[in-house]
T-cell receptor, first 112, second 113 residues
Framework: GQSLEQPSEVTAVEGAIVQINCTYQ??????LSWYQQHDGGAPTFLSY????GLEETGRFSSFLSRSDSYGYLLLQELQMKDSASYFC?????????????FGRGTSLIVHP | DGGITQSPKYLFRKEGQNVTLSCEQN?????MYWYRQDPGQGLRLIYY???????QKGDIAEGYSVSREKKESFPLTVTSAQKNPTAFYLC????????????FGPGTRLTVL
């Protein structure tokens, strides 16, 4: 099976940089994704890492280290609208199927 | 506009009644998923389907059933056997089982009274 660990809550001020960590355990790793979800809304896809290293998409970057079973989401130039929950997710190949598993989510609170 | 829709947004049912949640997508995606989200929790996989007429149980399938008769549609039935059905239900789709970007519907908040 799979399991993911991420902090339950992170707080920061507008304009700052924040890093949300995610550690995972899977039997057949097939990539780490990040999603953003505002209160009452649907999750939206932010980024995906299959290989080690940093992927940059505007103010958001995501990093993966497969040897450490670890990744993080980096948010720069924080804005109030970035206050949301952030989920890491892994896809695990089990018996020919690719099973997605989400972490419990990190609530990011951005203060003025 | 292409997208994934769920209806209704809010649903109330009496205990002991079965209820079916709708999920439709016009993105031409092969794979579809159902998740359950409880307050302060992540998304837990109920069922998924990689192609039409085929579906697999996820981590918490007990008390739920699905069908995939059409590529566009993946309805979820919450049966009376589900012990704690009150939750936020999210449907998602992706181009294929190996594609990591999932597109989510707006969700249905089910309350069982």
């Amino acid at each position: 099976g799979q399991s993911l660990e991420q902090p339950s809550e992170v707080t920061a001020v507008e304009g700052a940089i924040v890093q949300i960590n995610c550690t995972y355990q899977t039997s057949g790793f097939y990539g780490l994704s990040w999603y953003q979800q505002h209160d009452g809304g649907a999750p939206t896809f932010l980024s995906y890492n299959a290989l080690d290293g940093l992927e940059e998409t505007g103010r958001f970057s995501s990093f993966l280290s497969r040897s450490d079973s670890y990744g993080y989401l980096l948010l720069q130039e924080l804005q109030m609208k970035d206050s949301a929950s952030y989920f890491c997710a892994v896809r695990d190949r089990t018996g020919g199927s690719y099973i997605p598993t989400f972490g419990r989510g990190t609530s990011l609170i951005v203060h003025p | 506009d292409g997208g994934i829709t769920q209806s209704p947004k809010y649903l109330f049912r009496k205990e002991g009644q079965n209820v079916t949640l709708s999920c439709e997508q016009n993105l031409n995606h092969d794979a579809m998923y159902w998740y359950r989200q409880d307050p302060g929790q992540g998304l837990r996989l109920i069922y998924y389907s990689q192609i039409v007429n085929d579906f697999q149980k996820g981590d918490i399938a007990e008390g739920y059933s699905v069908s995939r008769e059409k590529k566009e549609s993946f309805p979820l039935t919450v049966t009376s056997a589900q012990k704690n059905p009150t939750a936020f239900y999210l449907c998602a789709s992706s181009w294929g089982a190996t594609r990591n970007e999932q597109f989510f519907g707006p969700g249905t908040r089910l309350t069982v009274l």
